[in-house]
């Protein structure tokens, strides 16, 4: 089965179960339980598909020379009102290449979400920008990075959610001088399940 193919069932199922699971709660769908104010600390754990790198020229490494990897992240978001959400994000992710090694990522960045929906199913958009600090082979660099995705969750009590978020995620490599034809732009599917805790 392709990347690509593979990436597109695991969205598929996550969204699907979530919508089923929601359709078989007999509360009010429409009522908003956020507010301005309010918190929550989030815990995903899922995985890191590499989709496809660019050299320094643009040209496309496809395959990536990289295989599927897994990833951890610890969210906590401030709610400016009933629909936008800001916050931080730590994150952990790993994937091996080709040649044997550990590609190891670990992005700190600030989120900015806007959040629909309400009790018992909560959809959102997102956006993350921040510091990644990379090693292979023991050689590490601190770059900059984004991700772009959605997610959905499913409030299980007033306080508890679960919940699935997709997100691309785009990891530049910068190099200077002598060593520039060494940049690549590197862009990665990362998909998660997780537990939210709101206060």
């Given at each position: 089965?392709?990347k690509?193919?593979?990436?597109?069932?695991?969205?598929?199922?996550?969204?699907?179960?979530?919508?089923?699971?929601?359709?078989?709660?007999?509360g009010?769908?429409?009522?908003?339980?956020?507010?301005?104010?309010?918190?929550?600390?989030t815990?995903?754990?899922g995985?890191?598909?590499p989709?496809f790198?660019?050299?320094?020229?643009?040209?496309?490494?496809?395959?990536?020379?990289m295989?599927?990897g897994?990833?951890?992240?610890?969210?906590?978001?401030?709610?400016?009102g009933?629909?936008?959400?800001?916050?931080?994000?730590?994150?952990?992710?790993f994937?091996?290449?080709i040649?044997?090694?550990?590609?190891?990522?670990a992005?700190?960045?600030a989120?900015?979400?806007?959040i629909?929906?309400?009790?018992p199913?909560e959809?959102?958009a997102?956006?993350?920008?921040?510091?990644?600090?990379?090693r292979?082979?023991?050689?590490?660099?601190?770059?900059?990075?984004a991700?772009?995705?959605?997610?959905?969750?499913?409030?299980?009590?007033?306080?508890?959610?679960?919940?699935?978020?997709?997100?691309?995620?785009?990891?530049?490599?910068?190099?200077?001088?002598s060593?520039?034809?060494?940049?690549?732009y590197?862009?990665f599917?990362?998909?998660?399940?997780?537990a939210?805790?709101?206060?």
């Amino acid at each position: 089965m392709s990347k690509k193919l593979f990436a597109v069932v695991v969205v598929v199922a996550c969204i699907g179960a979530l919508t089923v699971g929601a359709q078989q709660n007999t509360g009010n769908s429409s009522e908003v339980v956020r507010k301005k104010g309010d918190q929550s600390i989030t815990i995903l754990a899922g995985g890191v598909i590499p989709l496809f790198v660019l050299d320094s020229t643009g040209a496309i490494i496809s395959p990536s020379n990289m295989y599927p990897g897994a990833s951890f992240d610890v969210q906590y978001r401030y709610m400016l009102g009933n629909h936008i959400g800001v916050g931080g994000s730590i994150s952990g992710a790993f994937v091996t290449t080709i040649g044997g090694g550990t590609l190891f990522f670990a992005p700190i960045g600030a989120t900015a979400a806007w959040i629909g929906g309400g009790d018992p199913l909560e959809y959102e958009a997102f956006t993350e920008l921040g510091m990644n600090i990379m090693r292979l082979y023991g050689n590490g660099l601190i770059e900059p990075y984004a991700k772009l995705g959605a997610g959905m969750s499913r409030y299980v009590t007033s306080a508890w959610g679960i919940g699935v978020k997709v997100a691309w995620c785009f990891f530049p490599e910068f190099h200077f001088g002598s060593y520039s034809n060494l940049n690549c732009y590197a862009n990665f599917l990362q998909f998660s399940i997780g537990a939210s805790y709101h206060f």
